[in-house]
């Protein structure tokens, strides 16, 4: 399971992906590559339970295509089960994701940074968050 995290960071709000196989991180880059193609407009991840696993604090987390005229963001609420999280980028904002992704390797991480949060996609560093 790829494991959704959140919490206050020296940094400021962070969410954390915290995927721990090679076979994770291959169905989370197809999910990455259906965003950038406009193949899904969002993913829900409290939907794709077989897939995510969503930490105590964290109501959800969703994946979601905008216009390339808006900006690419993270957008933090919360509701009645915790955090809500939505990571929101344009086609073109998610390939480059992809492709920063497509850099990872075992024991290492991406940091993406936005105005209100920053998402980090950590592979199989063996991260326990307390």
Known sequence: MIVIDYGETQDGPTVWLVIDSV????S???LVAQLSHGDVVMVDCRKSAGLFSLMPDVSNL???VVPANQNSRVELANDEHGRLISWKLSRDG??????????LAPA???YF????????VSMMEDLKRG
């Open 23 to 26: 076979a994770e991180f291959t």
């Open 94 to 103: 998610w390939q480059e994701a992809l492709a920063l992704m497509e850099g």
């Open 62 to 64: 969703l994946l979601n």
């Open 108 to 110: 290492s991480h991406q």
């Open 28 to 30: 989370f880059h197809e």
């Open 113 to 120: 940074d936005y105005p209100k949060a920053t998402v980090i």
